[in-house]
């Protein structure tokens, strides 16, 4: 069975700091992943996408960037962090590219930023 | 371009009542329509998705149908539970997904 991790599960940062918010997926080779970002009591944003190792294409960064340096590994990360960006991060995965496939979600990771 | 639909939120019902959350979609192409259903701090999770027109998808008491005429996708439940009250976003995908803006659901014992 395929699993997805997310780490840290909370940060209280301060703006203008620097952020890296981490994902893994287990149990599955070459999946899709994704990075979604979700304001308090707002709809899910697509940021990023991913389909292979090295590749990563945005949506809407937010001032954000992310990267793939594994297979199973999906960064989101900023050198300066504005107020805007507190929030729910959710990193997701799907099964193949095609754009039909079922998107599994992690258990997300809450920022605050003050 | 590409949108989805939802009834605004929220919606408070009591315990044993009935449920429609409309979704409506656009799209010039041909999507798979998926609901996701969110509890409290924890990241959505699939309740079912239908990749044919006119095909009607269920999951845990709830189903939704297919109408490509109507470009529609309404959950419906016929008894709604305490343990229901989540966020359920509609979504359509086709080479990339769309969300809509979610529903929260509040059910009251």
């Known amino acids: 069975a395929q699993t997805i991790h997310q780490w840290p599960v909370a940060e209280i940062k301060a703006v203008g700091s620097p952020l890296s918010l981490g994902c893994t997926i287990k149990?599955?080779?070459?999946?899709?992943l994704y990075w979604y970002w979700q304001a308090t009591g707002g709809t899910l944003q697509q940021l990023f996408y991913s389909i292979t190792v090295g590749q990563v294409e945005s949506v809407v960064q937010l001032n954000l960037s992310a990267s793939r340096p594994k297979d199973d590994q999906f960064i989101l990360s900023t050198e300066k962090l504005l107020l805007s960006h507190s929030g729910f991060y959710l990193c997701a995965w799907s099964p193949g590219l095609g754009g039909q496939d079922t998107q599994y979600f992690g258990p997300g990771t809450r920022l605050l930023v003050l | 371009g590409d949108s989805v639909t939802q009834t605004e939120g929220p919606v408070t019902l009591s315990e044993g009542t009935s449920l429609t959350v409309n979704c409506s979609y656009e799209?010039?192409?041909?999507?798979?329509l998926f609901w996701y259903v969110q509890y409290p701090g924890e990241g959505p999770q699939l309740l079912f998705k239908v990749p044919k027109a006119n095909e009607k998808g269920s999951n845990r008491g709830f189903e939704a149908t297919y109408n490509k005429e109507a470009t529609s996708f309404h959950l419906q439940k016929a008894s709604v539970q305490e343990s229901d009250s989540a966020v359920y976003y509609c979504a359509h995908s086709n080479n990339r997904i769309f969300f809509g803006d979610g529903t929260q659901l509040v059910v009251k014992p």
């Open positions: 799209t010039k192409q041909y999507p798979t």
């Open positions: 149990g599955k080779s070459s999946p899709n």
